[in-house]
């Protein structure tokens, strides 16, 4: 509900007695024990099995009552007027058996009580409603207590085992509650609404008992706030469902806290030991994440997608909390960013994310690149005879290891035992394999990453290589033949056989290698020329 704060005005100055009498607003008693008609007499019908407190003298209540004589005529009843007595008890605002009889009392508590004439309205009582000497029995319900004294009550039923920040005045929560009487009568909730009640707190947005009972509360917590009518809605109440001088009981759990000056907060999760690099503005990252709201409510993974979530960070791709978070990452790193609303989604929410709501996304960056970064070439070993080195139109055959930054591996020459074979330059291999080959002697060995805008690009290879994927090969190069000269190249002089492929595939293994046109028994009109 919208639980918006009243001015609070003092109670009225005490009825008279003979008000009450004239009104037929008297109400019943509370004694104690047993005796003749002379005497006040209580029977307690119903009492709770807890009762925190019970009525003193000086406190305000509100009950039902049923008002009869000995023989069962009803002269007054709270229920014909579908609203409960309220009053100040031992301050002469009642006759002074009620007075007595509604001490000891506790709340949800029933008795029957037996007033004397003496107690009541004596030898007079009042003209067309209590004949002179009449005993009178009430039957009296009590459904709310308070002093005027009192403060706001918090009882913590629950807390969780970590507690990083609390409410403050200024903050913006979210939480939901159950709202009763001290009875227990429920005359609001936010769950029937399927939504959280959301507001700032200590500025004046809830009723002044509900901003109190509210600071200090974690994420998570759940808590009973008791609130006295003069914190609440007053003598008048809402007007709607709240009647004058109830106390009210809230039962709230509180689902998100954020203050409008907060910024992200990262909580690094694992770092490896060797980052080389961390993102900046303007890198296009691969990454994991799980996304949570702060009570732990999921909202979105794409672990669930099985895809990796693929964007440009600094430049307004993502919200504007992520963008600052995937700032500084390595690769291979898992830290969790909280977002604050309005660095996320705002008031207005999106899908399954409800307004004004704090995010959590626990994060695992897979790579990133530079769209300006070339290949990255790192050499293990080279032999001590490394003078002839690969270049363009040289025949090459080497074994290879092929892998995701995060070590996933995607092919390997090794397992298949098989080398690769290609010539160099001729567009067999992604730009950056052919890169990354170039100037590489017999037996070295290195590792040549591949940021994707040299390798598989934004599709990948359907099945294979991931979109946007960076790609590591660790080589050996284990063969080289040398190609033609820069300018160099083959012309054929006399007819074409119609198997000339075949008549050059010596070895029947649907490659033409350069050495096959090189054999002495090739066909001799195939010659090679400057």
């Given amino acids: 509900m919208a639980v918006r704060a009243r001015s609070w005005r003092p109670p009225p100055p005490p009825l008279l007695l003979l008000l009450l009498w004239v009104t037929g607003q008297a109400a019943p008693v509370a004694g104690l024990g047993l005796g003749s008609d002379t005497e006040l007499q209580i029977e307690r019908r119903f009492v709770p099995d807890e009762c925190p407190r019970t009525v003193h003298s000086g406190d305000f209540v509100r009950y039902h009552y049923v008002g009869t004589f000995p023989d069962g005529q009803k002269f007054d009843s709270s229920y014909d007027r579908d609203s409960t007595f309220n009053v100040f008890v031992g301050k002469g605002q009642l006759i002074a058996g009620m007075d007595q009889a509604l001490v000891g009392m506790c709340v949800n508590e029933r008795r029957f009580v037996k007033i004397p004439p003496k107690l009541a309205y004596g030898s007079e009582g009042v003209s067309g409603v209590i004949p002179p000497n009449s005993v009178l029995h009430f039957d009296v319900l009590l459904m709310d207590i308070w002093n005027s004294e009192d403060q706001v009550q918090v009882h913590t039923y629950f807390k969780p085992p970590s507690c990083s920040r609390t409410i403050q005045v200024s903050d913006f929560v979210r939480y939901h509650y159950n709202g009763t009487f001290l009875d227990g009568t429920l005359f609001d909730s936010s769950h029937n609404r399927m939504k959280t009640y959301d507001t700032y707190v200590g500025i004046g947005w809830l009723i002044p008992g509900m901003d109190k009972g509210l600071l200090g509360m974690c994420v998570g917590e759940k808590r009973i706030i008791t609130i006295p009518p003069f914190l609440a809605y007053g003598e008048d109440g809402d007007g709607k469902d709240i009647p004058g001088q109830a106390s009210l009981v809230f039962d709230v759990a509180l689902l998100d806290l954020h203050n409008p000056k907060d910024g992200i907060s990262i909580e690094n999760k694992v770092v490896p030991e060797n980052c080389e690099r961390r993102s900046q503005s303007g890198d296009f990252l691969r990454y994991h994440y799980n996304g949570t709201l702060l009570d732990g409510t999921f909202f979105d993974s794409s672990y669930s997608r099985n895809r990796t979530f693929d964007t440009y960070i600094g430049q307004g791709y993502v919200i504007a909390g992520m963008d600052e978070g995937l700032l500084g990452v390595c690769i291979g790193e898992k830290r969790r960013i909280v977002v604050p609303p309005h660095l996320a989604y705002g008031e207005e929410g999106r899908g399954n994310i409800p307004g004004s709501a704090v995010l959590v996304f626990d994060i695992h960056v897979i790579d990133f690149h530079n769209p300006s970064d070339s290949i990255s070439i790192t050499s293990h070993y080279k032999p001590p005879d490394c003078s002839v080195l690969s270049k363009k139109g040289d025949y ?63 599709a990948g290879v359907d099945g294979e290589v991931p979109g946007s994927a960076v790609l590591v090969f660790d080589i050996e190069l284990l063969e080289l033949v040398a190609g033609l000269p820069e300018g160099y190249m083959f012309v054929w002089n006399g007819e074409v056989s119609a198997n000339l492929f075949e008549e050059i595939d010596k070895d029947g293994d649907g490659e033409v290698l350069l050495e096959e046109g090189t054999h002495s028994d090739a066909p001799s009109s195939f010659n090679r020329i400057p």
């Fill in 396 to 458: 090459l055959k080497y074994h290879y290891n092929a892998s995701l930054l995060d070590g996933t591996l995607l092919d390997s020459t090794w397992n298949l035992g098989k080398t690769y074979n290609i010539v160099l330059g001729s567009g067999q291999v992604v730009l950056g394999m052919d890169m990354g080959l170039r100037e590489m002697c017999v037996g070295e060995k290195r590792t040549v990453i591949i940021p994707p805008h040299l390798g598989y690009g934004e």
